[in-house]
C-alpha cells in the first residue's frame, strides 16, 4: 500500500510528552512547546499532567490544532465533549426493506446491544429505485411492522423514519401527507450533483423549508479519496438550518464523514443541532457511529450539540414540535 509509518523511541520517563507532543498539529506544537524549558517537561505520568506542567487543563486530542483550545486551556476552559456513552440511539440506518442487509429485528438486537434507547428505522424512498426505495404502500406496511415490533418492547423503541430524495427542484419525494406519519425525516441527495453552486445551494435549502424534514442527510455528498462534495454555498444553508431548525447529520460512514469538523463546529456556534448517525446498512455498521463521534469530537461539540443524546420522550417531543412550527 506504500503507507509511511513513523516511529519514535524514547524513554519511558517522557513517553507521556512524547504522546501530548505527536497528537497535535505543528501549529499546536510550536505554540505549547514553543518556549518551554525541557525541565518542565520531565516525568510525567500521563496527559493531565503534561499540561498540568504546561499550566494548562487537559486538551482533548482531537482539539489540538491552535483553533482556539490552546487560550482556553489555560484559562482552564476546554468544553466537555460529546463521548460515546452520551449516545442514546441511532436516526439512520437502513433495513432489507430497501438497500441494507438487515431485518428490523436485527438492527434492534444491534442497537440494543450498544446500550441505545431507540433506534430510527430510514429507508429509502421510492426514486431511488435502484437501492429498493419504498413506496407509500411499502412505507404503510413496515410502519405497522414496526407498531407491533414496539408493542413487544418496553425498555426500547423503533423510530419510523425515512430517508427522503430531495428531487431535482428541492421538492421531496413523498407527499406531506405520508411524511407527517413518520416519527423522523432524512431528506438527502442522491442524485443530479452536478447542478450549478447556485440550484444545489437552493434545492437543499427548499428541503429545509419543509416542516417535516427534521434532519439533512450527509449534507456535501462528499466521498473520501473519491468524490469532492457537489457545489454549494454553506452560508445560507447552515442559516436556513438554524431558522428552521433542521438538524445537521454528521454521516459516520468512514468514506463520508459529513459534515466535517468544521462545519460541524460552525453549525454548533450558529445553535443547529447535529445528528451523528451510523447510515448502517449492514447490522454491523451500527458501530462505525464511533467514527461519526470522533469528527463531533473534532468539531468541539458538546452532548447538548447532538440530537441524539436526547433520552426518548425528549427525542420525540423535539421532533413533533418541530412539525408545529
Ligand atoms: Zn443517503
Ligand atoms: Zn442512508
Redesign the pocket.
Known amino acids: 500500500m506504500g503507507i509511511k509509518v513513523e516511529l519514535i523511541l524514547v524513554e519511558p520517563e517522557d513517553y507521556f510528552t512524547a504522546l501530548v507532543w505527536t497528537t497535535g498539529s505543528k501549529e499546536f506544537r510550536h505554540r505549547v512547546f514553543g518556549d518551554v524549558k525541557p525541565a518542565q517537561l520531565t516525568k510525567a505520568g500521563s496527559e493531565e499532567e503534561v499540561f498540568k506542567n504546561l499550566q494548562m487543563s487537559f486538551v482533548p486530542p482531537e482539539m489540538r490544532e491552535d483553533k482556539g483550545e490552546i487560550e482556553m486551556a489555560r484559562e482552564g476552559a476546554i468544553p466537555e465533549l460529546v463521548k460515546p456513552s452520551d449516545i442514546k440511539g441511532d436516526l439512520h440506518v437502513h433495513s432489507d426493506w430497501s438497500d441494507g442487509g438487515a431485518t428490523i429485528q436485527e438492527i434492534v438486537a444491534q442497537a440494543r446491544s450498544m446500550g441505545y434507547s431507540y433506534v430510527a428505522v430510514t429507508d429509502?424512498s421510492k426514486s431511488l429505485a435502484i437501492s429498493g426505495g419504498l413506496n407509500e404502500e411499502r412505507l404503510s406496511h413496515q410502519g405497522k411492522i414496526i407498531d407491533a415490533l414496539n408493542q413487544e418492547m418496553e425498555d426500547f423503541h423503533v423510530l419510523k423514519g425515512i430517508?427522503v430524495d430531495i428531487l431535482r427542484n428541492g421538492s421531496l419525494d413523498f407527499e406531506d401527507e405520508v411524511l407527517e406519519k413518520a416519527d423522523v425525516v432524512i431528506a438527502?441527495i442522491?442524485s443530479h450533483f452536478n447542478l450549478d453552486k447556485e440550484k444545489q445551494t437552493d434545492r437543499i435549502i427548499q428541503a429545509i423549508k419543509n416542516q417535516h424534514v427534521h434532519i439533512i442527510?450527509?449534507l456535501t455528498g462528499r466521498l473520501l479519496n473519491r468524490r469532492s462534495g457537489y457545489e454549494l454555498n454553506l452560508e445560507p444553508i447552515l442559516e436556513a438550518a438554524a431558522k428552521f431548525q433542521v438538524a445537521l447529520e454528521i454521516?459516520s460512514h468512514p468514506d463520508r464523514l459529513d459534515i466535517d469538523e468544521d462545519t460541524a463546529r460552525q453549525a454548533k456556534d450558529m445553535g443547529i443541532k447535529v445528528a451523528i448517525n451510523s447510515?448502517a446498512h449492514h447490522r454491523e455498521d451500527l458501530k462505525l457511529i464511533y467514527y461519526g463521534l470522533l469528527n463531533a469530537r473534532r468539531g468541539w461539540l458538546q452532548p447538548e450539540d447532538v440530537l441524539n443524546t436526547l433520552e426518548y420522550d425528549s427525542l420525540i417531543a423535539h421532533l413533533k414540535n418541530k412539525g408545529r412550527r
Open positions: 429509502h430517508e438527502s442522491h442527510g450527509h454521516n447510515d
